[in-house]
Each structure stands twice: as C-alpha cells, then as structure tokens.
C-alpha cells in the first residue's frame, strides 16, 4: 500500500510544539519518525508519507505544503480542522483525519460549568470573596433553562446529553432541520439563526469553522437573542464577530459570554473582553484534561496501526465539508 | 381546634427581617398577624398561637420563649432547624414544621456547580482574567470521579441524583448503613467517617446540625480524606471545627473546600478562609434562587391552611432528631 523507506518503513513527520507527543514509541518502531518544529517543517515534508500535526494549531503547513512530494495521509491531533483548510490540501488526494472524540466529554463538562457559573453567580462570589465582602445574592436555577446548542457534530451531541440530564431544555441547530434527533430532539437550521435563538437562555457555539460558519455570531445573531441570554464558545473564534460581541455585552443586548476561543489567540493583553465584568476567558482549555496529550497519540496510533495494515481509517475528514460527516 | 381571639382569628406571629415576606394576604384574612423584629418577639408572642420564623436564622427565640404563654405551632422558613433547637422548645408541646423541598434541587445544582469550579480550575482562570494573562493549563474530569455526600436527606438525595445524572460515583453516609438506597446505592454510617470519605474526591456536608454532628469533620475526619480531595459544605458551619478544616487546606490534608456555611456568620473580614487560594467562599446563599422568598412563603400558607382546617400538618419536625424523618 503506503510508500516505503529503504528500511521498509515509511516516514513520518510529526509537527511539534512546545513538548513532544507522549506514547509514540509504537509508533517510531514502524515507521522512521521525523520530529519537527514549523520552521523545518518544508524540509521534513519532503519524501514524507504522512504528516502527523500533534501541534494542532499550527498555520505552518500552507507554506510548507509546496515540499509534501508524496504525501498520502495527514493527522491533526484536534477536534476543529479549520487550520489545515487551505485550497491545495482540499484539492489533494491526501486523505485527512482528526482526533473525533477525545474531546466530547470534557467539553461539554466545561460547558456546563460555565453554564453553572453564571446561574450561581460564581464570578461575583470569588470577586466578592477577593475583597472579603459578604454579600448575599439571589441566584437562578438551571433546571428549566433552556440551551441552544449550534453545532450537531459529537461535541454538541456531548454537550446537549449533559445539559439535558441536569434538566436544561435543549435543542440544536446544525444543517438539516429535524425533529426526532436522540440527542437534541429537534434540530433547527442554522440558515434561520436568529429563530434559534430568540428564546434560549444558554445560546452554545461549537460548530466546525467553515466558509459557511464564519462570523454566523454577528450583531444580527446577537440582537436576536434574549437581554438575559449567555453566549457560550468552545468552537472557533472565528465563528463570531468578535467586536459585535463586545458591542452586545456593552450595551446589554445580552447578558453574558463564556469564551474559550478567540479569532486571536492568544488573545491580546490589551483587549476589552479581559475586563467586561459579565465576560469569562479561558485560555482555549475546554477540553484539555489531565491524559490529554496521551489520548491525542492513542487515537492517531490507532489510525497509524490501520493505515499500515491497509485498514480504513477512522475520523475520515470530507474535505469539501470541513469535518468527520456523523455516522463515519 | 387552636385558640382564637375575639375575631374569632387566631394572633400569627410573624418574626421578619430586613425584609417582609412576600405573598401573605390570604394568610392575613385568616390571622390576626404580627410582624415584628427580634427586638419586639416577646411582646408579640405574648398571647400567640403560631410562630412564623420567617427570619429563619434569628437566634432570638430562647430569650422570648418565656412569653410564648399559648404557642401551638412555630414554623420556620429553613430546612435546618438548629436555630430553634433549644431544651425549652424541644421539651413543650409546640409542633415545629420547616421549609423541606424548597431548597433541594437549587442546592444540589450549586454544588455541582462548586464540583465543576474545582474540576475546571474556574477561579484560577478568573484570576487570570482579571490579570489579562492566557496561561493553558489541564483540568479534570468529573465523570468517574467520586463523591460521598454526607447527610441523607432531601437536599442530600438531590445532590446525589444530580452528581450521578453528570457521571459522578456517588454513595451516601447517614444513620444507617445500607445497600439499596434508590438515591445513594450505598449509605454509610457517619459513626465511620473516616471509612466513608476516605475515596472520595468531593466531600459534600449537608447534614442536618444536631448534637450527634456537631464538629462531625474534625481534623480526624480531614486526615482521612485523600490529599486531593475537595470538601464541599451547603450544610451547617457548626459541622465543621473550622480552624482544623483551615489546617488542613494549609497543610495540603485536603486540596480544597467550597464553603456556603461557617460557624459565625457573617465570615468575619479578618477570618483566615477569605484569602485562602484553594477555597471558594459563597454568602450562605446556595439554595437562594429567585422566588425563594415566595417559595418560604408558600410552604408556610399551605401549612397555615392545614392548620386552620384541623388538617395534619407537612414537614413536622422530630424535636428529638432535629429534623423531619424520611417519608414525613
């Protein structure tokens, strides 16, 4: 099948970051391994057969791509594939896959943690709590709220199954409107965003980043939502209209925003979300839990098992799509 | 049945706070009520068939007691009785009823949401915020995670429907050791304490204050729960022997605590706790969501209503445990 080396085993380059991929000892004893950082990436894709990008953030490869001479398989260690979405990959034959499923749980815990936070108050308490102030409030249940959730992929499934048993009313908002969905019930089409989310307490963005998703979360988005809604993001930050979010915050247009993602990220020192009282930031975390790391190199060890035993791979990406299509 | 006056009404007695209680006109054309503060509760219990302690954590009742010349029925607006469990009322034949159900599932959803502030080091990112500084860290999972919830009563069996409904592995320590329980599975008996929380990662104290659990989690108890361990309390300060649960967090005995409840409140400003990093200090406010007040109120009129019609009373207290028995 794949191409080989002298040594008869194929090459690997796994693009690095700031640590090493765990747990890729397997791995290295079939295959001769190339580890790089963005800058000898070019080089070290040429004459690979596959590409590992274990640094999932990366915006290296476009550049570096010109050098992939017979690349047939590329591995992101993430759940969102938008930063390998260039025209020359989409046009390859290079078969694409992803890290579906690591993340599911964990984020939607995130979620409704956040979700709890604001019902409870939580930021005020430790505001409060920092200033040694006693400070009785009244608080809101969760119980009852109701939860869009925009993005029907196995993360919003996650998320919309947690919401639920803690007894919020969810619904989704994907593609295909539908009523008899098992995990949201009904599912409205994200083409009629303002409708979604005219009457949603939690209004969740995790939808793939795709030509069609960008900037969905506009000023209209957010006109159209409750003054006591909260926005939550574990998506991209390029979902959003990040200055018309910080318009509606300002103005109370809605009440709240958790954001995980930013469409800079870092996101600058001097940026107005850091200080809006009703905003929570988190360093794109949601679904970073402890064994992480290692459960990123299991799931591409497995396809790296698969794919030299001439196996179909798991977490195939429709490149034209921009994510894994449910069912695959 | 009860006493009445010459309007053929009977003198309710009403012992407000800093604000009145909502709602209370259908009681008002069936009583000849009385509101006052603490100052006044003897003048206005002189001649009283009932007591509304709708300032249910007034500490002025023994000092009145004297004046209740005809009490038939004090109610108090709390799930915790302790405020009233002096030997004089115990000892008289004054039927004592409370505000059971109100606060169960608002309680239960603020410790999930303490649960999730730990799990997902939700303080630490909101310090950073404050500090505008990205810094990723990895966080924790709760699903498979373990608590014991301590006290086995409505809010207890709350909380634990809500844990286990999240993926927690839940069991339950009470009176009476048991394997069937339909909320908790496994109940242990709080004579082992030490046995109980010994693999728990979140400790949740929601007993009901009696003399049997009075200083209940002593530096004994701590020493025994696993370093990483959170304790969480929604039940009673007064549970706790509050300097050995501060030596504890300082020693690295437990890894942190979330804290609704202290044995003087307010937490005074001077008090240790307020600037400890691992600790999440909430105002004795995790059952108060909005329309709690109304709620107080109506468990009261429905109680009232029985009362005048002769009908037997909800939520009577067991002076001797010092709480409403199961099935109650």
Not at 219 to 245: C, H, I, Q, Y
Request: hydrophobic share 45%; glycine share 8%.
């Amino acid at each position: 099948m794949n191409a080989v080396t002298e040594s008869g085993k194929p090459v690997l380059t796994v693009l690095t970051g700031d640590d090493a991929p765990p747990d890729m000892t397997a791995v290295e004893q079939d295959a001769e391994v190339r580890y790089t950082d963005a800058a000898g990436l070019a080089d070290a894709l040429r004459g690979a057969d596959a590409l590992f990008m274990y640094q999932f953030l990366s915006t290296a490869l476009p550049s570096a791509w010109h050098a992939a001479d017979r690349l047939q398989w590329l591995h992101i260690a993430a759940a969102g594939v938008d930063p390998v979405m260039f025209p020359e990959l989409r046009a390859s034959d290079v078969v694409l896959t992803n890290a579906r499923g690591v993340f599911d749980d964990s984020i939607a815990e995130y979620v409704l943690g956040q979700v709890l936070a604001f019902a409870k108050d939580m930021p005020t308490s430790l505001r409060l709590q920092d200033a040694r102030t006693w400070r009785h409030r009244e608080t809101e249940r969760i119980g009852g709220a109701s939860a869009v959730v925009v993005g029907t992929g196995p993360i919003g499934r996650a998320i919309a199954r947690l919401l639920r048993a803690v007894g919020l009313r969810v619904s989704g908002a994907g593609r295909r409107a539908r009523d008899d969905d098992p995990d949201f019930g009904t599912v409205h089409t994200t083409d009629r965003l303002a409708e979604c989310v005219a009457d949603a307490d939690y209004v969740v963005a995790v939808a793939p980043l795709t030509d069609q998703t960008k900037n969905m979360f506009d000023g209209d988005a957010f006109a159209a939502m409750k003054p006591s809604a909260r926005f939550v993001n574990v998506g991209r930050g390029e979902l959003v209209v990040t200055d018309d979010l910080v318009a509606a915050l300002r103005s109370g247009t809605i009440a709240g925003a958790a954001l995980d993602v930013f469409d800079t990220e870092p996101l600058p020192a001097d940026h107005p979300l850091w200080t809006m009282e009703n905003v929570l930031i988190s360093p794109h975390m949601s679904g970073d839990v402890v064994g992480w790391r290692r459960e990123l190199v299991g799931v591409f060890a497995d396809n790296f098992r698969r794919w030299r035993a001439g196996q179909e791979l798991r977490n195939v990406v429709d490149k034209q799509l921009g994510y894994v299509p449910s069912g695959s």
